[in-house]
């Protein structure tokens, strides 16, 4: 049997742009996409903790170090700049694969989006 666990999320982050008119996506600062183990264009949940709608969409990588977290497309109208939101990344695992799986990787980011703590 296959299960969808939380692999890894990005909790505490800040949106610092949103826009509309793009094809739709998630900005994510490479920086926190590595500590996170999330890839370039892997779909992830997104919740946006102030409003509490919740998204699904693809990761793209932004400048490393540069804190940008940007929702792109229609997701746009779904979050606010400043607002906070939790980028959560599932993956299928087997259940020989569980036995050696401990706890979804959890990086922690300040109100400027650098990390604070990972675990």
Do not use: W
């Not at 299960?3 to 996506?25: D, F, M, P, Q």
């Not at 996409?33 to 946006?48: C, F, H, R, S, T």
């Not at 959560?88 to 401990?102: E, G, M, R, T, Y």
């Amino acid at each position: 049997m296959m299960r969808l666990i939380c692999k890894s999320k990005i909790a505490g982050a800040r949106v610092t742009a949103t826009i509309v008119e793009y094809n739709g996506s998630l900005g994510v600062d490479s920086t926190l996409l590595e500590a996170a183990g999330i890839l370039p264009y892997e779909m992830v949940l997104v919740v946006d903790v102030d409003n509490t709608n919740r998204f699904e969409t693809y990761i793209i990588p932004e400048k490393p170090g540069s804190g940008i977290i940007g929702v792109y497309g229609g997701a746009a109208k779904l979050s606010k700049v400043g607002n906070e939101i939790i980028v959560i990344s599932s993956a299928l695992f087997s259940d020989d694969d569980l036995k050696h799986f401990k706890a979804p990787k959890v990086v922690r980011v300040d109100q400027r989006n650098k990390i604070v703590s990972t675990h």
